[in-house]
């Protein structure tokens, strides 16, 4: 639905549009029935007082009053009714009388009862500094003037009544505020856990709190953890022992084949023990990628000079661009042996070999780039398959197919994402995305 687009989209926000929508449509409902019912009642009713007094005022002086009569009902009136009047003869109304405002419930009022009360022409002046309310009436001898308080025309009740009622329900909101940030906290910390451990980095101090259904979610991600991590442990021990206990025959097969006199059978033997010794390093490599390293802060490219110096030792060049420093939440030796991989396969197909580094919105980029003769795209989601291997492409004779595979998991145990893509040397580029 189109109304998606413009609902918040994290608990706290859907939680806070809940409590804060019901209170404002609450508020808008009763201010509208208060200023319908009431506002609107009490402000007519007392214009209308206004407007009959002084339509009584000019009926008495119409009939024929003496001055004196005429002057003492003037006098009580403004004793008693809090009325200021005054007469001018032959005067009209003054020039600099401010129009009426256009939202003032008051001037309305004050223009509907003076219509129905008075028949001759008047004009009010509402927008005085002194709180009072001024009315002009045209009579046939002159003008008459009555000033009157604000309050004789204006419950100022209203306004209290808003104020208190936007006052408690801001105080109110306050403190669901509060509730509501201390109950989306768990929530936040369980996901910044589970985060962490998809990272491959330690939960520090995590326990269940919250509510009950709260706790049940962390309790639940704690045992996952731990069964994730006692797989992990069991696979591991288990490859690690069955690779440890190969190299004790393979050890005593290279010393027999090293007593008997060389020929072309024992020649072919000594081969295939080599290469029986390389994929067992190779599995004895995959093991120690799955054991749990704790991470710790990591120059990355002080660790890619180490590959860059190794290389150059066997008379090889590896291309380096990347910043100076760049220090991220490593497990060293896995990550490590995981780039080693990258960049020993790069150079087994290419000539030319470039890592660079650069900085990404949410963390950094590691490209490994050959001149190689690439990789078929219909192959590149296989060759992290442990064991897979696609000799008619990248992968040579000693090669067992667990590289990409040591490579990607310990990309993955950063919390990181590896991808294949064509390279810009004409080659094949592994593109390695690490968060920050």
Not at 114 to 123: D, F, H, K, N
Not at 317 to 346: C, D
Request: with cysteine.
């Amino acid at each position: 639905m189109w109304l998606k687009r413009f609902l918040p989209r994290s608990l706290f926000g859907r939680w806070l549009l809940l409590l804060v929508a019901p209170i404002v449509v609450l508020q808008a409902l009763l201010a509208y029935i208060f200023y319908e019912r009431h506002w609107d009642t009490v402000t007519r009713r007392l214009a209308l007082g206004l407007a009959g007094e002084i339509a009584l005022l000019i009926e008495t002086r119409e009939i024929g009053t003496d001055p004196a009569t005429m002057a003492n009902l003037v006098i009580q009136m403004s004793q008693t009714l809090e009325l200021n009047i005054g007469f001018e003869a032959g005067a009209a109304f003054p020039q600099n009388i401010p129009p009426l405002r256009r939202f003032s419930i008051l001037d309305r009022m004050l223009v509907q009862a003076l219509g129905e009360r008075l028949a001759q022409p008047y004009q009010i002046d509402a927008q005085r500094d002194d709180r009072t309310v001024v009315v002009y009436v045209q009579l046939p001898d002159g003008l008459l003037t009555v000033v009157a308080p604000e309050s004789r025309v204006f419950s100022a009740s209203t306004y209290a009544f808003m104020i208190w009622m936007t006052a408690a329900s801001a105080l109110l909101l306050g403190i669901a505020l509060l509730f509501l940030r201390n109950q989306i906290k768990p929530i936040r910390r369980l996901a910044e856990a589970a985060d962490a451990f998809g990272k491959g980095r330690e939960i520090m101090d995590f326990r269940p709190s919250g509510a009950n259904e709260v706790r049940a979610a962390a309790r639940a991600f704690l045992a996952m953890r731990d069964r994730i991590r006692r797989h992990i442990r069991e696979r591991t021990d288990m490859l690690a022992g069955v690779s440890h206990d190969l190299r004790t025959p393979l050890t005593r097969m290279k010393l027999q084949l090293s007593l008997m006199p060389p020929n072309v059978e024992i020649d072919e033997l000594k081969r295939d023990v080599d290469e029986m010794d390389r994929m067992v390093s190779a599995y004895l490599a995959f093991a120690r990628g799955q054991n749990e390293q704790p991470a710790e802060p990591t120059d990355l490219a002080h660790l890619i000079d180490e590959l860059a110096d190794d290389v150059r030792r066997r008379g090889r060049e590896l291309q380096v661009v990347m910043p100076e420093h760049l220090t991220l939440p490593l497990r060293r030796l896995s990550f490590k042996r995981g780039l080693a991989n990258l960049i020993e396969n790069a150079l087994r197909f290419g000539r030319t070999v470039r890592v660079s580094v650069i900085r990404a919105e949410k963390g950094i980029e590691i490209c490994v780039d050959d001149d190689g003769p690439g990789l078929p795209e219909k192959e590149r989601h296989r060759v992290f398959r442990p064991f897979y291997r696609l000799d008619q492409a990248r992968h040579g004779s000693g090669n067992v197919g667990l590289g990409l595979t040591i490579a990607r998991d310990a990309v993955l145990a950063h919390g990181g994402e590896i991808a294949l893509d064509d390279s810009p040397l004409g080659g094949l580029r592994v593109k390695i995305r690490l968060p920050v």
